[in-house]
């Protein structure tokens, strides 16, 4: 088809759709999880699990985290480059926390478990930064 | 017979000559009497000022007790405070943590130490804010305690805790934790 003015409107409009669905592609779903075990004040078992969302979510993206990318396109490997910050983001978020307390015959034992069950959250990786939001 | 008739006058005599210092004893104890009935009346209008002295001060104690009962009272609803509508009310606590002994450096020691005195914190919040479950079991045999146990548990979801301060040192982690809730956070 040849539009009035020649070709150059519908090079636009499939440029514009590149970019659009290239965009869609990049901003991905993905499930984490988060768990550590706190018994008798010393921590255990911290994991931080991450992986591809094989269904879509469902929910609107919330309470963005910005992450500096350095080129990379792995979020496993840009969490790791930002660990800290992602885990203080994740406790601001909200844990749910298991604790039990024994004492028998006036010794105490302690476990306490802090746990982010599995969320699923929306990723957008650009060149610079990685902005990541739990769906809800 | 002379000599009963002289001592009849002699006594009639003195009897006559010591009826003036009886008087004169009269009125001296007339007047201590009056003095003594001023001296008591003084002592009884002094009686009644220190009985209404007595009533005064008893009347401020009572005042006072009252106003401390107030104030031990609004302590008390202070420290049980409940949250109202529209308001909002602010948490802090203290979480403690040991780093575990077979660490590769002193970062990672300090790092795990303070996700235990996180982990330590929100489980002081939620005790705060939801309560604890407590139940306990003491075996006694022979009358002698054999077992003594104490079982306490909390279940909650916390979320905008803010680290306040981070203290490390000889291997304990401290982190100072506050939260604000307000009554909108347990609205259903």
């Known amino acids: ?136 | 017979m002379k000599f009963s008739i002289l001592i009849a006058a002699f006594l009639s005599a003195s009897s006559l000559f010591g009826i003036e210092p009886t008087n004169a004893q009269l009125q001296k104890a007339l007047i201590k009497t009056t003095l003594a009935e001023s001296e008591t009346q003084k002592a009884r209008t002094e009686i009644i000022k220190i009985r209404e002295e007595l009533a005064v001060e008893i009347a401020n104690r009572d005042e006072e007790a009252a106003k401390r009962a107030e104030a031990e009272a609004e302590m008390e609803a202070q420290a049980q405070k409940i949250l109202e509508k529209n308001s909002s009310m602010h948490i802090s606590v203290i979480g403690q943590g040991v780093a575990p002994m077979n660490t590769s450096s002193p970062a990672q020691a300090y790092a795990l130490a303070k996700r235990a005195a996180i982990a330590d914190a929100y489980r002081a919040i939620a005790e705060k804010v939801k309560g604890v479950h407590i139940d306990g079991q003491d075996l006694i045999k022979n009358m002698m305690v054999k077992r003594s146990t104490i079982r306490t548990s909390v279940k909650a979801m916390v979320r905008n805790a803010n680290i306040v301060e981070t203290t490390f040192k000889e291997g304990l982690c401290e982190v100072e934790m506050e939260i604000i809730i307000s009554h909108s956070d347990f609205a259903q």
Request: include cysteine.
């Open chain 1, 1 to 136: 088809m040849r539009s009035r003015d020649g070709n150059n409107n519908l090079t636009l409009r499939l440029c514009s759709i590149i970019f659009l669905t290239s965009l869609a592609l990049n901003a991905s779903e993905y499930l984490i999880s988060y768990r550590y075990v706190v018994k008798d004040a010393i921590i255990f078992n911290e994991s931080l699990d991450i992986s591809h969302a094989m269904k879509s979510c469902n929910g609107k993206p919330q309470d963005k985290l910005i992450l500096e990318n350095t080129s990379d396109s792995n979020l496993n490997k840009l969490i790791s480059q930002n660990q800290e910050e992602f885990l203080e983001y994740i406790h601001k978020l909200g844990l749910h926390i298991e604790h039990k307390e024994q004492t028998i015959n006036l010794q105490n034992t302690s476990t306490t478990i802090l746990t982010l069950k599995t969320t699923c959250f929306k990723v957008d990786i650009n060149d610079n930064f990685v902005i990541i939001a739990p769906l809800k």
